[in-house]
């Protein structure tokens, strides 16, 4: 017996899809790039606020370096002030995702709409600074991911020592940031250090409340505590993962909820990895590889694997360094273990390995 072809399964799941999204509103607000009209306000953004009116009010620049998680709330919370000042017109502001433009020279086109080829990066900054004469602040979202061919991080000294007294409010997922950064820029840059914490549940709660009450046509509050309990328990409280959990079920409302929300996870692990940068990979196949985990044994596998590759791999401190970032992204654990008298680190992956291994067959073959 001939089972259902293409195009009738098509027919069935596209009315399927269309009965269900009934359920939905407002289909945007489930989007990643999606503002709220007023985000969660929390203790963090205070220190923000103040310093952007500081500045607006004195034009003496107060740097700012927002440290988090992925899906602790910095990016949306950068987007809706850069949104909510720049209506009131007191303030410029030139707002750069660095993971999309990763070096200064492509930074600065960006801001400027040029295409790069026939600027040098001094006439690209003459450029801007003839440009933006008035107050303006930088916003840089995920600066950790500036090219490391951008080694001194040019646009930050730049940004730190103009004459125009510009502003930077840098985000990163990567707490050691600053510390990557050279002596000259960091001695002038001097960045008030704000730490985004991970939602708890509650905020978890009131965050899909907020978007199920514009995006959904009824409010399911017994399923919304579900999702904020499994996001806080087993995500380190990625409101992404929450949010995209909340809108597959509501668009395939016979999935069961467990599985929404595993899907919803891996879908957001799969891009945290697609968008770690070779060395990165490496480190975390090292990691997988090394059976005891300890850092030292994780460290030299590393080199072993960069070696296969023809990959120049991290000196160990920056080793270590990167190994916080991953942790930051919640896909290593560092644990404190006893070995003899002394205490070490462990490396325990907490991705799912066959996510990993897809995203290595892609990029490593």
């Known amino acids: ?68 998680c992925r899906g602790s709330g910095k990016s949306v919370m950068a987007k809706y002030l850069l949104k909510t000042l720049s209506a009131r017109g007191k303030l410029q502001l030139a707002y750069v995702n660095c993971r999309q433009h990763n070096t200064s020279f492509k930074i600065l086109a960006s801001l400027l709409n040029v295409k790069p080829r026939g600027f040098g990066l001094d006439e690209l900054w003459e450029l801007f600074t003839s440009s933006f004469k008035s107050r303006t602040v930088f916003i840089l979202d995920e600066v950790d991911m500036i090219s490391e ?3 001194h991080k040019d646009i930050l000294y730049l940004i730190s020592r103009s004459p125009n007294n510009y502003m930077a409010v840098l985000l990163s997922n990567n707490p050691r940031f600053i510390n990557n950064l050279d002596e000259s820029t960091r001695s002038t840059l001097q ?64 999935l069961p909820l467990q599985e929404a929300f595993e899907r919803a996870r891996r ?30 044994d994780a460290y030299r596998e590393y080199c072993k694997i960069s070696s296969q590759y023809k990959e120049e791999p991290f000196s160990y401190m920056h080793y270590y360094t990167n190994l916080s970032y991953l942790q930051s992204l919640g896909l290593v654990a560092l644990v404190s273990a006893k070995v003899n008298r002394t205490y070490t680190n462990r490396i325990q992956a907490t991705f799912d390995p066959t996510v990993f291994e897809a995203v290595w067959s892609v990029r490593f073959g």
């Open 149 to 151: 061919r951008d080694r």
């Open 267 to 296: 879908d957001i692990l799969v891009d945290v990895i697609k968008d770690l940068n070779d060395k990165n990979i490496i480190m975390l196949k090292a990691a997988m590889v090394q059976a005891d985990g300890y850092v030292k």
């Open 191 to 254: 960045p008030e250090i704000i730490h985004f914490r991970s939602y708890n549940a509650r905020e978890v709660q009131q965050i899909l409340i907020d978007r199920a009450e514009i995006g959904l046509k009824s409010m399911p509050n017994q399923i919304i505590n579900q999702i904020a309990a499994m996001t806080v328990k087993n995500t380190n409280s990625d409101v992404r993962v929450a949010i995209k959990t909340l809108y597959r079920w509501a668009l395939e409302p016979e």
């Open 1 to 68: 017996m001939r089972g259902m072809d293409i195009e009738q399964y098509l027919k069935e799941k596209q009315q399927h899809l269309s009965k269900s999204s009934s359920r939905i509103r407002n289909f945007s607000v489930f989007d990643f790039n999606y503002i709220p009209p007023k985000p969660l306000m929390r203790e963090e953004v205070k220190p923000i606020i103040d310093a952007l009116l500081r500045y607006q009010q004195t034009g003496i620049a107060n740097n700012v370096l927002i440290l988090g």
